[in-house]
């Protein structure tokens, strides 16, 4: 009933910089947070940074200063990457976290994820 759809992953050179957005939509009565996971080569997937209903934010020390996460009232998320290092190379998933218009449930939606890679 809800569906997210990623965009904005590409390959950049160490130094460089791109913009993820992700945008939810579906019958979402209200949003509690939005937030960027990211899973490399041979790795677990990991918080990146999320952003609460409130403008709250919350970053994984390996991107604070590097990485900014925003929200619109369009219940689009962006996650503006800057100083790309090689080791941010991984799928980047977008995530939901929302009360369902239809049940009232608490549930979270995931997208479908993009791949950054940072080569030179």
């Known amino acids: 009933q809800v569906q997210l759809v990623e965009s904005g992953g590409g390959l950049v050179q160490p130094g460089g910089s791109l913009r993820l957005s992700c945008a939810a939509s579906?019958?979402?009565?209200?949003?509690?947070?939005m937030g960027w996971y990211r899973q490399a080569p041979g790795k677990e997937r990991e918080l990146v940074a999320d952003i609460t209903s409130g403008g709250s934010t919350n970053y994984a020390d390996a991107v604070k200063g590097r990485f900014t996460i925003s929200r619109d009232s369009a219940n689009t998320t962006y996650l503006q990457m800057n100083s790309l290092k090689p080791e941010d190379t991984a799928v980047y998933y977008c995530?939901?976290?929302?009360?369902?218009?239809?049940?009232?449930?608490?549930?979270?939606?995931w997208g479908q994820g993009t791949q950054v890679t940072v080569s030179s």
């Open positions: 579906g019958t979402i009565f209200s949003i509690n947070a």
């Open positions: 995530c939901v976290e929302y009360l369902s218009l239809v049940t009232m449930a608490p549930t979270t939606s």
